[in-house]
């Protein structure tokens, strides 16, 4: 009788796991026939450190766990946290030193991972272009955030050096210079005139084609993002036989960017990129079922598409930056929008990509989570179905006080979320209980926050009173952002840097600190 009953609990788990998973967003991809191409010779992670930069020994940690399951690549977005040498302006006060980068590396290398440098070197450079020593770069001088195409010579000669750099210190054969989401394409008056000469496909191209050229002559194969190339096919044309494209699909049309038929006919090596963090995922939002659906799907339609690489990408951030101005034209300093919760909480993530480069099959969610569950926390399969069920209750969006992709409310949203957390709170995990805690962390810091999206919403209706106002602040101060600042702290010292951790914390809160002082005058 009791097999019987642990049967039943076992399928019934396996179905719940399965049907969350189906609701996620699913790719619309026709998988090819397999071919007999070799698989994946490059299994990588990529690390994004333009915000939530690493302690050394929390790195070295990380990649030890990589090299474990199977990682040999590390793609590593160092962006300011390099130590540029002859470039002394760009790097930020969380810069690593020469000698701290070259032991990492050196680290790497003794656990056979190859460690790929990732300098972005059209868009998303903010962060150099920031400084008024390169603002004759700027393709925008409102938005600062690509190089202008025209440039070429100017521009040729920064990257050379940056890239110079990068390999006086990595040892890698590739070289990726980043090329995604070059949203300003056009916008210089120098621009304008080339897409009305040539179009907009060669704008990019063109410097692509200068970019790659220059990786080459210094004997590095150039690596980029292929969503531009995908929307400008014409831009393939003429780049060194050498050039990679890592071709990231986060759960969309494969033809989102443009026709992905025309890349996998252009000649070039490709590779491919999920994601276990993106966009909308931040303080307040992890869409688990989601990730977990991309894994299983796309990882294998790379494969058979002879993908050579698969590369898992975990952004710490949208790539979009508000500037804090002194005045009109001079910066102070610039912040991420749209921060998300550091990578200490998707070890179980990690996992299953690198579970998923073991086999040609698609991962099996439900078995994975209940299999990760027994192995890593000591849940039985019925309480592993309740965790999933718990932390993939409410994955959806919050938009200027209305929820994205449901009818829910924000107040049922709420109520599901605290259900949620009351289930995470009533599991007991009999091993690794630190790990675990993250979760039970990440849904309370969505019940504050669907907290106060209510408080927001009530606040700004259109009926509401000076009297309303003020019991709304008591609502407010209820909150107690504090405790929940003292919770990350706890989990995420060593992880993150100890300045870094007070800003997280600031930045999760200003919403809720900003309406709370507007309304404490109503005392």
């Given amino acids: 009788m009791k097999k019987r009953t642990l049967l039943l609990i076992m399928l019934m788990a396996s179905a719940y796991i399965r049907a969350v998973a189906i609701q996620a967003p699913r790719l619309n991809l026709q998988i090819p026939a397999p071919d007999k191409s070799e698989r994946f010779k490059v299994r990588g992670f990529h690390l994004d450190l333009r915000i939530q930069a690493m302690p050394m020994p929390a790195l070295r940690n990380?990649?030890?766990?990589?090299?474990?399951?199977?990682?040999?690549?590390l793609v590593m977005e160092w962006e300011g946290t390099y130590p540029f040498k002859d470039e002394p302006l760009i790097p930020n006060r969380y810069a690593y030193t020469r000698e701290e980068v070259t032991s990492f590396i050196g680290y790497c290398n003794s656990l056979h991972i190859d460690v790929i440098p990732l300098q972005q070197s059209f868009g998303h450079v903010e962060y150099i272009l920031r400084n008024p020593k390169y603002k004759e770069l700027r393709e925008d001088q409102k938005d600062y955030s690509q190089v202008n195409p025209l440039k070429e010579a100017e521009t040729k000669k920064l990257f050379t050096t940056l890239y110079q750099d990068l390999i006086s210190t990595h040892h890698s054969p590739y070289i990726h210079i980043g090329g995604d989401e070059t949203y300003l394409l056009g916008h210089s008056e120098e621009s304008k005139k080339k897409v009305k000469a040539v179009g907009m496909g060669r704008l990019y191209g063109d410097y692509i084609k200068m970019l790659c050229e220059t990786v080459v002559s210094l004997g590095k194969r150039p690596v980029l993002w292929a969503d531009?190339?995908?929307?400008?096919?014409?831009?393939?044309?003429?780049?060194?036989?050498?050039?990679i494209f890592i071709d990231w699909n986060y759960g969309w049309d494969m033809n989102k960017f443009g026709d992905h038929q025309q890349l996998m006919q252009s000649g070039f090596e490709i590779w491919g990129s999920p994601a276990i963090r993106s966009h909308p995922d931040n303080f307040f939002l992890t869409q688990w079922a989601k990730h977990f659906r991309n894994i299983q799907e796309f990882v294998p339609f790379g494969e058979k598409m002879g993908y050579k690489g698969m590369i898992m990408t975990s952004w710490s951030t949208s790539g979009l930056y508000s500037s804090v101005l002194e005045s009109t034209t001079d910066v102070v300093d610039l912040y991420a929008i749209r921060r998300v919760y550091p990578i200490s909480g998707f070890k179980m993530l990690v996992s299953a990509f690198e579970e998923s480069l073991k086999s040609s099959k698609p991962l099996d969610v439900a078995e994975f989570v209940t299999s990760y569950s027994k192995t890593q926390y000591g849940l039985d399969p019925h309480s592993s179905a309740l965790f999933w069920k718990a932390i993939t209750a409410t994955p959806f969006e919050v938009t200027q006080g209305k929820p994205v992709g449901t009818d829910l409310s924000i107040s049922q949203l709420l109520d599901s979320t605290k259900m949620a957390l009351k289930e995470l709170d009533r599991l007991r995990p009999l091993k690794n209980a630190e790990e675990f805690e993250h979760y039970r962390l990440m849904t309370a810091i969505r019940v504050q926050y669907l907290t106060y999206q209510l408080i927001e919403s009530r606040a700004n209706a259109p009926e509401m009173t000076e009297a309303g106002l003020v019991q709304l602040l008591k609502e407010l101060?209820?909150?107690h952002p504090e405790e929940l600042d003292k919770r990350f702290t706890k989990l995420n010292t060593g992880s993150l840097?100890?300045?870094e951790i007070v800003q997280e914390n600031e930045l999760r809160n200003a919403k809720i600190n900003v309406l709370r002082a507007r309304l404490q005058r109503l005392k």
Avoid: D, H, M, R
């Fill in 228 to 243: 531009i190339a995908l929307k400008y096919p014409e831009a393939l044309k003429g780049l060194p036989k050498e050039t």
């Fill in 497 to 499: 840097y100890p300045a």
């Fill in 477 to 479: 101060e209820a909150l």
């Fill in 62 to 73: 990380f990649v030890l766990q990589l090299s474990k399951n199977g990682i040999n690549t």
